[in-house]
């Protein structure tokens, strides 16, 4: 199970949930600890150790779902359907399923494990063969919905499900030669074939569901994009909750990645001239170890965000990554646009986020409720900041483009580009 848990985790991983390795060992405890008993104690105590922020609940549930609903769940699921279609109850499946063995026994017919299995319905040991047989064929290459059938062809040639289904017919004509009443013979044969064609399912199910696993990461990307190609003064009140989760991630991996390199910084790069240079009286054994740790100059960021009323859905996340990028960053300036063009850098040092973007948007800084000329705000731009403007500064503009058929005045960010070798974005 510990496997399982470890496969499940870089599941998450590669969906966009942090899990840390102290978290994979808590994850490993508590799993030991609550026990497999109850399903859902179990996926309660993996949420517990493994998710730490809301956003990722949905992401949790639905790979918990596809990783962990085992095939014996759908292989109880088939034989109460053959159960129902043979007008069987509980106890009178369970004296076929005896008789049927019995006859076995009788007839001398030697079947496979496979076959064997499959007619006990002992779900516990059909999941294990068909996962083994997965996995000697690669299963988890499977990248895309038109691999199913080759993918599942393959399993079932793995599993040898020819050779069952001759087993199958073989024992059906046996069966008819020992003499049973027509009705019970007709029961046998009718079961044997719902059981085969249950088999069939089960392996298509088994690559489905490992598709179904690559997929939601697929969905995820798709989901990003469209919302990235939708205008902002559209978005439901879902896809504005979508996309603020999706920055609030990005934010949150900009603060990793800034914690990690700032750590290699302090530190410095090894310098293997150095090391060896100071180690020469130790005869080239490296006792001390060096390090290069030049100061490297910093950049600048500037970032143009949009406030205008065809924004005002999303213009809060917006700004909550301004924010984040702020507080990340030393350099960093930030503005808001309209028509006018105001700073917030100083707004965002001072005050708590939620505070800051209130101010942000109540009309504070400039006026928020004046009609979007995105050229006026750039020429507002070149004029007063333009000076700021290096080859080592990165201007990030923030919105939705819509510029009411003013004049763009794109040669402002050409002129600023050009002649300081600045980058936009």
């Not at 069939?200 to 199910?205: E, G, L, N, P, W």
């Amino acid at each position: 199970m510990d496997l399982k848990i470890v496969g499940f985790i870089e599941l998450l991983r590669q969906n966009g949930v942090r899990v840390s390795l102290a978290e994979d060992l808590d994850s490993l405890e508590a799993a030991a600890a609550i026990g497999l008993e109850s399903p859902t104690d179990f996926r309660e105590a993996l949420r517990a150790t493994l998710v730490k922020r809301q956003i990722d609940d949905s992401t949790f549930e639905e790979l918990f779902e596809l990783y962990f609903r085992g095939l014996s769940r759908d292989f109880a699921q088939q034989l109460a359907a053959t159960k129902n279609s043979l007008g069987l109850t509980d106890a009178t499946l369970q004296e076929l399923l005896e008789r049927l063995s019995q006859h076995v026994d009788e007839l001398g017919f030697q079947l496979s494990e496979l076959t064997r299995e499959l007619l006990r319905a002992n779900q516990g040991r059909l999941e294990q063969l068909l996962r083994e047989a997965g996995a000697r064929v690669g299963l988890d290459g499977i990248e895309r919905p038109f691999q199913e059938g080759r993918y599942a062809h393959m399993v079932a040639q793995t599993l040898g499900l020819s050779g069952v289904a001759s087993e199958i017919e073989e024992l059906k004509l046996r069966l008819a030669s020992l003499g049973l009443p027509a009705e019970e013979v007709d029961r046998l044969q009718k079961f044997l074939d719902l059981r085969l064609q249950d088999l069939t399912r089960a392996i298509k199910q088994l690559v489905r569901r490992e598709l179904e696993k690559k997929e939601a990461q697929v969905r995820e990307a798709q989901r990003l994009d469209r919302l990235g190609e939708k205008s902002f003064y559209y978005l439901t009140e879902d896809e504005i909750r979508q996309m603020k989760e999706a920055v609030t991630k990005l934010a949150e991996r900009l603060k990793n990645v800034v914690a990690v390199k700032r750590k290699r910084g302090k530190r410095g790069r090894f310098d293997i001239k150095d090391t060896l240079r100071k180690n020469l009286q130790y005869g080239g054994v490296p006792f001390r170890l060096e390090f290069d740790r030049r100061v490297k100059d910093k950049p600048q960021i500037m970032v143009l965000c949009d406030v205008s009323d065809s924004v005002r859905n999303v213009s809060r996340f917006m700004l909550q990554f301004v924010y984040t990028l702020q507080d990340l960053y030393s350099r960093v300036r930030s503005f808001v646009f309209v028509s006018d063009l105001g700073e917030v850098t100083r707004l965002f040092e001072e005050q708590d986020i939620h505070t800051a973007i209130e101010q942000a948007l109540s009309g504070q800084v400039i006026n928020v409720f004046a009609h979007s000329d995105f050229g006026r705000a750039f020429r507002i731009f070149h004029r007063d900041f333009l000076s700021a403007v290096n080859k080592k500064t990165t201007v990030i503009i923030l919105g939705d483009a819509r510029n009411n058929y003013n004049l763009p005045h794109e040669w402002t960010l050409k002129e600023s580009g050009s002649e300081r070798s600045s980058s936009f974005g």
